[in-house]
């Protein structure tokens, strides 16, 4: 993961990167954590030099202490121990500077972990303040070739125009209530608060952009020679339709995705097939390769609107091309933005912090795919 250049012209430089640095490393190993279970493997400091492990608690730690003071040296203060925590809490400069600093590290961190997540189908695009995106749509057809007689100057005339999409980012807003006091005092991680709200930023944004996906994949035909939605699974019908997608992609070989539940379902039609413990299908789920195309698990996403319920269709496969033109697009427009509460405003002496985004997602490309719904 790459530090943006936004994210360099905040902390004053490459020398001022430290506490930006220490919290990639701090996030990759929180991701880690989380995804052990599905080989998914992050960079992050495993050892010390003496080759003792660095633990996640110890990391969270020494996190803390390292965004503290990047808030402080923000907040202009030079000598935070002289006075009580009291004093400088009330200090406008300090609640600007956290907010400031929790900021630039979700727009540091959530591009890369949406790719994580979505990046096989969609394209993620920055946006500066006030902008909008348009993406040109080129034609995928071939000119048509024609017989023609041999005293005919021209042959039927053909022009082909582009088209266009235009997506506007939409505000969002995620509202919280944080203490500053206990952050500030150590009593609350900070860490943990920005670890939070970027994945709750990139819940929402999945959650968003694969509603898009799926909606177009709804809408497709599924009659006729132009069929690209099939109803039940065919291990034929499956290779037939990869097989479709690729050709009028350009070449572009397609792929075959769909969480690891729908994957359980793509198997070789021959019903005598063997499979061992150790191959796998027991191993990770579902086959690595059907009929020479790449068979990929895509992550499911809790839906925190329903209790206990998933974002992606457990009864879908889908059959798309990465290398062609992505079939998502997905704009961020500026920075995160804050909006705090002052210091007294509510009698608890707790601070109600909004957290605003801007995004939009759309169908925007040349590119076609195909889905196979399951019993």
């Known amino acids: 993961m790459k530090i943006t250049n936004k994210v360099i012209q905040f902390a004053g430089g490459e020398t001022f990167l430290s506490p930006y640095k220490s919290f990639l490393d701090y996030y990759n190993h929180y991701r880690s954590m989380q995804n052990k279970n599905n080989g998914k493997q992050y960079d992050f400091q495993r050892n010390r030099p003496d080759g003792t492990t660095i633990t996640f608690d110890e990391k969270e730690t020494q996190m803390n202490a390292s965004l503290k003071r990047e808030i402080l040296r923000h907040a202009g203060v030079a000598h935070f121990e002289q006075l009580p925590l009291e004093q400088w809490i009330s200090n406008p400069m300090v609640k600007w500077a956290t907010f400031a600093v929790i900021n630039a590290l979700v727009d540091m961190v959530l591009p890369d972990t949406l790719i994580d997540s979505i990046g096989i189908y969609t394209d993620v695009k920055a946006l500066d303040w006030g902008d909008s995106a348009s993406f040109d749509i080129k034609p995928r057809d071939l000119f048509v070739v024609s017989k023609a007689g041999k005293g005919m100057r021209t042959g039927e005339i053909h022009k082909q125009f582009e088209g266009q999409v235009t997506l506007v980012p939409v505000m969002r807003e995620l509202s919280t209530q944080v ?119 895509l992550p499911q996403v809790a839906d925190w609107t329903t209790p206990f319920s998933l974002v992606l269709d457990d009864t879908r496969l889908y059959v798309i091309s990465p290398s062609a033109n992505k079939l998502v697009k997905l704009v961020i427009e500026g920075t995160t933005l804050a909006n705090v509460d002052n210091n007294f405003a509510n009698a608890n002496l707790n601070q109600n912090a909004t957290l605003m985004k801007s995004w939009a997602s759309g169908i925007a490309t040349n590119a076609i795919a195909g889905v196979m719904t399951l019993p």
């Open 179 to 297: 203490s500053l006091y206990k952050v500030l005092a150590g009593k609350e991680s900070l860490g943990d608060f920005v670890t939070k709200v970027i994945r709750s930023l990139e819940s929402e944004m999945t959650r968003d952009v694969y509603t898009t996906f799926n909606t177009a994949m709804t809408n497709l035909t599924s009659s006729g020679n132009a069929k690209l939605k099939y109803a039940g699974y065919s291990q034929s019908d499956l290779i037939t339709l990869a097989q479709k997608v690729s050709a009028w992609n350009g070449g572009n070989k397609a792929i075959i995705v769909g969480t690891p539940v729908a994957l359980l379902s793509v198997l070789p039609a021959d019903a005598n097939y063997r499979y061992t413990l150790e191959s796998d299908y027991v191993r990770i789920g579902y086959i690595n390769t059907m009929g020479t195309y790449d068979v990929m698990a």
